[in-house]
């Protein structure tokens, strides 16, 4: 048998147990805030009918969805049904569902909005959930962009009320905030703006096409979005049409007053504008503080489109600027998408944080506590058959007083114990003689220190925790 070079699939990784400690110190730090708002936690499948995911991330997204081959010998099967159905040519088309039923879910979302209408009979509404778990995406590794990343989803379904849209930005806040970052920036803006924009210049048709054009300001800049707005049927004057809403600027108040002005024509760019002052309103009312503190910024930002189809009103986006990288986090409100499941006019709104992208940011802002990257903090030597029995009690005792530790699992040199200890970053280990033994006083090294000192067990206990 051949052996094979062992290696991943790009834009996959694995996770060492310091990875782990850090990564969990992200989870863990966003659910803290996803629960205090009310939130609670729910799971979904890896996997999902390709049938429930397709159509419900635009052409675009739906090319990025990881599908899963059938068992079985598909082509006997394609062969039977053009035997049986005269009708039935080969084609990627018609082969897809013989080849594929299944695939790995692309977000948390569109999989919440199935459970929403599978469950609909054991949940009260309005339903508040997170959702912390693994999603693919078919595309191009990147720095910040894997093709198997976790997201943090936090959805609410069957509330109208904009006071959600307004938390949603207080929740980005506090959590961001929680894990060390200090200048970040809210992105905020509505579709039926943009739905406006597009039926103002008489292209209500395009919206799609327009809104995935505009989205790509930050990467390619105007003349590109231009270019692209040309390529997908828009006319050099409803591009100049275009332009001041594209180029938008000043403050938050200021940009809303120009829309008022430059969309007053069309009803759904008005309640879009509505929408966000709403927005606004409610957040001086709950913190009116927010618009003073300078590491959250919250900005109105008409090219942001948020490429999903799903998304109806409010979206948003995060971006930190302490470092280049893509989003951190973003979502929006989407009112029809139970819809599509067969559950109509129940609304919901829900945000993402990308906690790989989190990971790569607090990574290289050194932002992880230091006291984060700790596994067991004690370690406790063996030299010897009678000190092996001596410690097992004393290990015992450690971990019912909640602190972790673990024994040398063999007689060894003390230099290797400690290289061992070294190794795993152990900070403490009890140095386990037979004047230790003898005496019950024992002895703790600081491997950091590499000072030792003599405690009784009460005094270790203390020191430790």
Known sequence: MSSNKPSLPKGTRDFSPSEMVKRNYIFDTIKSVFRKYGYQEIQTPSMENLSTLTGKYGDEGDKLIFKILNSGDFWAEADKRQQNDSTFSVNSRSLLPLLSEKALRYDLTVPFARYVVMHQNEISFPFKRFQVQPVWRADRPQKGRYREFYQCDVDVVGSESLLNEAEFILVYKEALSNLGLKD??????????LAGIAEVIGKPELIVDMTVAID???????EGVVKELGERGFSSDEIEALRPAILLQGTNEQKLSDLRTMLAGSEIAMKGIEEIETIF???????PSFYEETQCKLELDITLARGLNYYTGAIFEVKTNEVAMGSIGGGGRYDDLTGMFGLKGLTGA??????DRIYDVLEELNLFPSDQTIGTKVLISNFDTESERYALPLLNLLRQANISAELYPSSAKIKKQLSYADSKRIPYVILLGSQEMESGILTLKNMETGEQTSLSFEQLLSYLK
Do not use: H, M
């Open 184 to 193: 970040f920036t809210i992105k905020i803006n509505n579709r039926k703006i």
């Open 216 to 222: 790509k300001l930050d990467k390619i800049g105007f």
């Open 281 to 287: 309103e409610y957040l001086r009312n709950i913190c």
């Open 350 to 355: 829900g945000i993402s944080f990308g906690a």
